[in-house]
């Protein structure tokens, strides 16, 4: 269904304009980082990629083959929401929604369960797993739909670094196996670790688009130049 | 006050020697507001959920009289039931009227709402925090509707005692379409109500300190099952 095409994309809410005139197209490949300050409006791009939230101007449009309604693709949340039942159940439940016939989804979430190392704890209710783990487990639910495009919402700002080490080593597995990440962070050494190209977001606007070597090395832009030199100290 | 005393004492020996009478009018008053209970929830938990998670016009209004007809008057809802079952009335034919089943369904009009609108209010807030991950699972909404009543099943409990305390300590509705009579559709509530104005005040005393016993004990007994739950799954 890639690539991805926004066309001079606005959102606005209340009067405030969250996302002004972004037009960009995202193809499949290289692992797209969306990079910006608190309140650049990363998390509301991604919302309007995944369909969460209706543009209120301009067109998002899956311009690919296949699954033209953009529907393989899943999306990982900065804080998981996790259903009152156990861990192997939430991931079931996501492939159930899918349609994924009853004998192969249990097959399918003990893989996947496998794959971010929560086997041991499949059986445990899901809320009472630690932030690491639910975050694993919300990957784990994602991948297990075996998405086209995986989006990710700074998945790691509420984790410590080992957890934070654990979850960006599974989104690297899941790109692997082909699947197309775009993610948010506002992190610099996550953005450098795992992105191979930068969307620049500021006050709404996307101010450049480079591939990450060149970006921190010598960003297109004052903005992007003054963000990093405000958050390198600290990374 | 020596009244009071000997009141007391005497309550607490037809307790001790579970007294025929008394059992057998502890025992359908359980049975009539047990049952009532089990059909509002059955209509009142879809009822909520379908508010929770809907979208249509008219659903503002339906939640402000829902929580409304929260404070319905028993007395109403029992002259209501009244007229529909009595002989003239459209449900006259079925012969319910004066029968521990028309308590129930008196009880059951009563309680529905209070499930409805405290339900509908728990799983709109499970419904905010939820929304945006089933969205993006793919869940319709009625998907949704039914994964967060399952999902809050540890709070629906508490709304269900709620509607059992209403069902269990009210007096008009059950008075006017069950009638109070001995045996038959004598309840805790009226055989309070009955005995003190007869002046047995023993044995109204004694039903009423059951009747509050039972509404803790069934609360305590749903906390504890709750606590345990919330626990367990988080």
Redesign the interface.
Known sequence: MLPLELRDVSFAINGRTLIDHVSVEIGAGPRTVILGPNGAGKSVLM?LC?G?LPASAGRIIWRGAGSADG?RQ??V?QR??????SALANVV??LK??GVSRAERELRAADVLDAVDLSAVSGR????LSGGEQQRLALA?AWALNPEVLFLDEPTANLDPNATRDVESIINQICAGGTKIIMSTHNLGQARRLGDEILFLSHGRLVERSPVEQFFKQPASAEAAAFIRAELPWN | MNDLNRAFAEAFGLIGALDAKLVEIVTLSLEVSVAAVAFAAVAGFPLGAALAVGRFRGRGSIIVLLNALMGLPPVVVGLVVYLLLSRAGPLGEFGILFTPAAMVIAQAVLVTPIIAALSRQTIEDAWREYEEQLRSLGAKRLNAAFTLLWDTRFSLITVMLAGFGRAAAEVGAVMIVGGNIDGVTRVMTTAIALETSKGDLPLALGLGIILVGLVIMVNAAANLIREAALRRYG
């Open positions: 919302r995944h969460l529907s899943a999306m949340f998981p929401v996790m259903l009152r039942r439940y996501g929604l899918a209710p899901a809320r009472v639910r």
